[in-house]
């Protein structure tokens, strides 16, 4: 059977093995906690971004507002993009009457 010797070396090997086991398990306990940091930050970052794109998006329409707005005021500058789109709208009216014209 097993030698007083034989015992010794497989209680200091169990031992070992259970530091490890131990370290594994701390590690893992760590790892869990930063990846529910990121998560969370992850989470804040895309909360920011949808903000970020709603407001650009806000601005963009106001910009659109004030060019029709200075177009009609009699800015030069603006004139001729109000005409273009009036242009373009005014081309789209008449492709939608063609259309029901069509059936």
């Known amino acids: 059977m097993f030698s007083l010797l034989n015992m010794e ?30 998560e969370k930050s992850l989470s804040k970052g895309e909360d920011k971004l949808i903000q970020k794109e709603k407001l650009y998006k806000e601005l963009e329409e106001q910009n659109k507002r004030l060019k029709v707005i200075n ?25 939608c009457i063609a259309e029901l014209q069509n059936m």
């Open 9 to 38: 070396e497989i209680i200091q090997e169990l031992k070992i093995l259970e530091l490890k086991i131990r370290e594994l398990i701390k590690d893992n306990r760590e790892l869990k906690e930063k990846n529910e940091y990121l």
């Open 71 to 95: 177009a009609i005021s009699g800015s030069k500058e603006y004139k001729k993009v109000m005409k273009l789109q009036m242009n373009r709208m005014i081309k789209e009216i008449d492709s």
